[in-house]
């Protein structure tokens, strides 16, 4: 039969072997703690430059679009002068050739 003392003893030892190990462990964890924080703060920060540039190439991007638009419109403009210039052209080929047959009938 054990005594009271030894059991009290066993019961004690047991505790301290607990604690030992909880303690531990509270300390691996913190460690994981801080090493998770620290990715933490890294994946925020890229967050951050990622938002950034994703504004900015946003903002390229409009500016683009806008250029594309008015680039279209002056080629549009400048294909119907090209059109104006080319029906004046056929009027003024039409009528020179009008004139040179005469000036050969006359010769």
């Known amino acids: 039969m054990e005594s009271p003392i030894v059991n ?3 019961r004690l030892q047991k505790l301290i072997d607990q604690y ?3 303690k531990k462990t509270i300390e691996e964890l913190k460690k994981q703690y801080a090493q998770l924080r620290e990715e933490n703060v890294q994946l ?3 967050i951050g430059d990622y938002t950034k ?3 900015e190439s946003q903002g390229s991007l409009k500016s683009m679009q806008s250029k594309y638009k008015e680039l279209e419109t002056t080629h ?3 294909q ?3 059109y104006g210039i080319e029906s004046f052209a056929d009027d003024a080929i039409k009528k020179i050739d009008n004139i040179f047959p005469k000036l050969e009938e006359s010769e």
Do not use: F, R
């Open 80 to 82: 119907n002068m090209l």
């Open 44 to 46: 925020m920060s890229q």
């Open 76 to 78: 549009s403009e400048m």
């Open 53 to 55: 540039q994703l504004e």
């Open 20 to 22: 030992s190990a909880d």
């Open 8 to 10: 009290l003893q066993e």
